[in-house]
């Protein structure tokens, strides 16, 4: 299986408050993000993490605590040298098959990507759920109601259709369709 998540920022103390995140300190939220990974995610499975993984020097113990295969799309925050070292791959840039889609990944929104009007799909993160968020949210609902395909989707795991799990491509594609993924860009 394949898992998507983004901006776990394990260990930084600022995201609690940036997001509003439901924790009362990094150590509940850090636990709350192992136990989330641990339960969906088995030893052969493989994790994208779509940049931002780790703050500063938390890492090395947490991410040995963590099942599965992972990748890192090096996000803003991934410049922690024996940190990378850990990783199956560390790239800037993705783009993978996962069951017969083609699914682009960057941690950086990506408004025209490849193989866009063929059926890929954009994962993303770095934007958090912030008022760019809404942006993106209102442009890709202007694209779609011009008949433009756009399969834009944020995997921030503080956004209420991934709520700190990694989610499936399936499980993103659903939320996506029935509007769970942009009914926080509708503030």
């Avoid at 939220?29 to 989330?36: A, G, Q, S, W, Y």
Wanted: proline share 4%; charged share 25%; aromatic share 10%.
């Amino acid at each position: 299986m394949i898992y998507y998540i983004a901006d776990l920022h394990f260990g930084h103390k600022n995201v609690l408050r940036h997001d509003n995140r439901p924790f009362d300190d990094v150590a509940a939220m850090n636990e709350t993000l192992i136990r989330n990974w641990n339960s969906r995610v088995a030893a052969d499975d493989t994790v994208y993490v779509l940049g931002d993984a780790f703050w500063k020097g938390s890492g090395v113990e947490i991410f040995r605590r963590l099942n599965g295969h992972k990748r890192l799309i090096r996000g803003n925050h991934d410049y922690r040298g024996e940190l990378l070292s850990l990783w199956e791959s560390v790239e800037p840039y993705a783009e993978i098959d996962d069951g017969g889609t083609r699914v682009v990944l960057c941690h950086y929104p990506i408004p025209f990507y490849n193989r866009q009007h063929r059926g890929a799909v954009m994962l993303y993160g770095h934007v958090h759920n912030s008022r760019d968020w809404v942006l993106l949210e209102q442009w890709k609902r202007e694209l779609r109601a011009r008949n433009i395909p756009c399969r834009m989707i944020n995997v921030g795991c503080m956004l209420p259709y991934v709520d700190y799990t990694p989610r499936t491509l399936a499980e993103l594609l659903a939320a996506d369709e029935n509007g769970g993924a942009d009914k926080e860009g509708q503030k």
